[in-house]
């Protein structure tokens, strides 16, 4: 039964790596449709959900001024208390332990290194690449300025770095809660070779 968390920056490869890490494995990957579930248990808007995992980028809820509170309840359409940010790590992190405790799954983000950090048999692995690297893929990709993709890669970083430090005081990039960092960047984007890397360290 294999369980593996998977952490990613932006435009690296790695969705598409954890993708074929899990065919590979014959596992599920969990990422973004984690926050379905999420918005059944908590009867939570997806708009809603998005606004509290950007963690940092919302200066802690506590702080949001009135402008942006009003923003909120407006795309939500619910009070003010339905902003729960406890509820809503709570949720995460009982949902990322029920899919490890399922087995057969690869779950992509979530801050799963940091909640299954002592589980035991859970592997943990993350991908990255130079920023200048990631831009220019994206760039190809979407067919946009090279300002632009790097701005993107760095705003999607921004949050995902945020989310880690707001709800676990840790450093997303410490390269000691992972088994493996791997840099798809000095691979060439070559992603089933960064799959045998990873099999390797398996």
């Keep these: 039964m294999s369980v593996i968390t998977f952490s990613k920056e932006f435009s690296c490869g790695g969705v598409e790596l954890a993708q074929l890490l899990a065919r590979d494995l014959g596992c599920q ?5 984690v926050v379905s579930e999420l918005t059944e248990r908590l009867k939570m808007s997806e708009a809603e959900m998005e606004l509290l995992h950007r963690g940092r980028e919302l200066s802690w809820f506590k702080l949001v001024d ?5 923003t909120v309840r407006k795309i939500a359409q619910k009070p003010e208390a339905a902003l729960d940010d406890k509820r809503y790590f709570e949720a995460v992190r009982q949902l990322v332990m029920d899919l490890a405790q399922a087995g057969d799954v690869v779950i992509l983000g979530w801050g799963a290194q940091y909640i299954l950090a ?3 048999g859970v592997q943990h692995f993350r991908a990255v690449a130079p920023l200048e690297d990631r831009g220019r893929r994206l760039a190809a990709k979407y067919n946009i300025s090279a ?4 701005a993107e890669c760095q705003r999607q970083d921004d949050i995902s770095q ?10 997303w990039g410490n390269p000691h809660a992972y088994k493996l960092v791997l ?3 000095a691979l060439d984007f070559n992603l089933n070779k960064a799959l045998e890397v990873i099999k390797a360290a398996m």
């Design 29 to 33: 990957v969990a990422g973004k449709a």
């Design 66 to 70: 009135e402008v942006f509170l009003h």
């Design 118 to 120: 002592d589980h035991p």
């Design 147 to 150: 300002g632009q993709a790097l």
């Design 162 to 171: 945020g989310f880690v430090e707001h709800y676990f005081g840790k450093h």
């Design 183 to 185: 840099n798809t960047g």
